[in-house]
T-cell receptor, first 112, second 114 residues
Framework: SQQGEEDPQALSIQEGENATMNCSYKTSINNLQWYRQNSGRGLVHLILIRSNEREKHSGRLRVTLDTSKKSSSLLITASRAADTASYFCATDSPSGTYKYIFGTGTRLKVLA | DSGVTQTPKHLITATGQRVTLRCSPRSGDLSVYWYQQSLDQGLQFLIQYYNGEERAKGNILERFSAQQFPDLHSELNLSSLELGDSALYFC?????????????FGDGTRLSIL
């Protein structure tokens, strides 16, 4: 079963608006990462947040992590048409298995 | 460009056949991961190798096998193919295969089973 579940499954916004995507996971983690996938392409790493961090920024991206709720959110500010893509969260496991578990993804469409 | 090369880009074959997908990791990366992405299953982790050794296994079918060679390239072998095996197969690499390192993905091999 999936460790990470993104919400919403799909999101459509106007250019310039902010987009927020959420990820929930089931077991404790060491790290959580967010990836972007443009249609038909490989995933691209966006940002990594460690379990002892609560917030992280990278350009127009802001990621938060709430380990008590087992959830993370990705905020994209001032969205652009080029941000149109699917966004996935990925979690590892502290059990030492080195596996990454990807969520089901949020499909973001930014309308120009 | 992620630096991860996957070949072929597209593969069309018939049920019952066997195929081999190839991956060259980013220069300097020792760990390789294989994933299957289909419309109804999302991105499924199959297997991970680190410096030639299997490190982690996911939902990989017995009909599938993989290996990582001394030059660090990896191959994923799929046999007795079924219609349900049609999917995008991604390879990713990371420096040392640890959870605090980003993975770099290739553009995938699109496998179509007729």
């Amino acid at each position: 079963s999936q460790q990470g579940e993104e919400d919403p499954q799909a999101l459509s916004i106007q250019e310039g608006e902010n987009a927020t995507m959420n990820c929930s996971y089931k077991t404790s983690i060491n790290n959580l990462q967010w990836y972007r996938q443009n249609s038909g392409r490989g995933l691209v790493h966006l940002i990594l947040i460690r379990s002892n961090e609560r917030e992280k920024h990278s350009g127009r991206l802001r990621v938060t992590l709430d380990t008590s709720k087992k959830s993370s959110s990705l905020l994209i500010t001032a969205s652009r048409a080029a941000d149109t893509a699917s966004y996935f969260c990925a979690t590892d496991s502290p059990s030492g298995t080195y596996k990454y578990i990807f969520g089901t993804g949020t499909r973001l469409k930014v309308l120009a | 460009d992620s630096g991860v090369t996957q070949t072929p880009k597209h593969l069309i074959t018939a049920t019952g056949q066997r195929v081999t997908l190839r991956c060259s990791p980013r220069s300097g990366d020792l760990s390789v991961y294989w994933y299957q992405q289909s419309l109804d299953q999302g991105l499924q982790f199959l297997i991970q190798y680190y410096n030639g050794e299997e490190r982690a296994k996911g939902n990989i079918l017995e009909r599938f096998s993989a290996q990582q060679f001394p030059d660090l390239h990896s191959e994923l072998n799929l046999s007795s193919l079924e219609l349900g095996d049609s999917a995008l197969y991604f390879c990713a690499s990371s420096v040392a295969g640890q959870g605090n390192q980003p993975q770099h993905f290739g553009d995938g091999t699109r496998l179509s089973i007729l």
